[in-house]
């Protein structure tokens, strides 16, 4: 190989090498990228009196130094509440160890259909850890009005009677009790937990 060529293949290598530093240094340095929206409150939005499945009343406050992670719906959905819990039941196990410091509930917008008995056995299918909650029509309201849930009875033909539309979305709270993260409707399990344990690391 003549000089030249040398020169050119040296000057080739450097500039793989420089490339893949300068790629690996961006990766490396480029901020976190959540895969929902991250929130900046300082303060909780608010404590909430329910009755949790097993019938007992329970305060939101009860769970300070754990990772809270709300999402509203109702047993009677037929699509995106079953959806969204089967992908928090699957992201439990992706957690690891940071499983024990996740308290998952499911708050119900329906508290004329869903029962104690009933949000149990829907809840823990998806996963054994997972609290359902109910309450009286205003003490659910209570608990979601803070977070910004919408829920409305939607009359429909059929064996239900009706449906509820409602917010999707899933809220994170951190263990002071504010809100750190919103995942929309669609967040896999994989993408819950990885946003989960960068929060905690």
């Not at 039941?89 to 940071?98: A, Q, S, V, Y």
């Not at 708050?107 to 056995?121: A, F, G, H, M, Y």
């Not at 608990?143 to 009359?155: L, V």
């Not at 064996?159 to 002071?176: C, E, I």
Request: aromatic content about 12%; some cysteine.
């Amino acid at each position: 190989m003549s000089k030249k060529m040398k020169w050119i293949a040296g000057i080739l290598v450097v500039a793989v090498i420089l490339f893949v530093g300068a790629y690996f240094a961006g990766t490396l340095l480029r901020p976190y990228q959540y895969h929902g929206n991250t929130m900046e409150s300082t303060e909780p939005p608010g404590d909430f009196t329910l009755i949790d499945h097993d019938g007992n009343r329970m305060h939101l406050s009860d769970y300070e130094g754990k990772w809270v992670i709300l999402y509203y719906g109702y047993t009677f959905c037929p699509d995106v509440c079953p959806t969204t819990m089967m992908q928090l039941g699957h992201m439990m196990p992706l957690l690891g160890k940071d499983a024990k410091k996740v308290q998952v509930f499911m708050i119900s917008v329906d508290p004329e259909r869903d029962t104690p008995e009933r949000l149990k056995e829907y809840v823990t299918y998806f996963h054994p850890d997972f609290i359902g909650l109910t309450g009286t029509p205003e003490e659910v309201a209570d608990a979601a009005a803070p977070f910004g849930i919408y829920y409305k009875k939607k009359e429909v033909e059929g064996a239900s009677g009706y449906l509820m539309d409602h917010t999707a979305s899933v809220t994170v709270l951190g263990p002071d009790g504010t809100v750190r993260l919103i995942w929309p409707y669609g967040v896999t399990a994989e993408e819950m937990a990885e946003d989960l344990k960068h929060l905690m690391h």
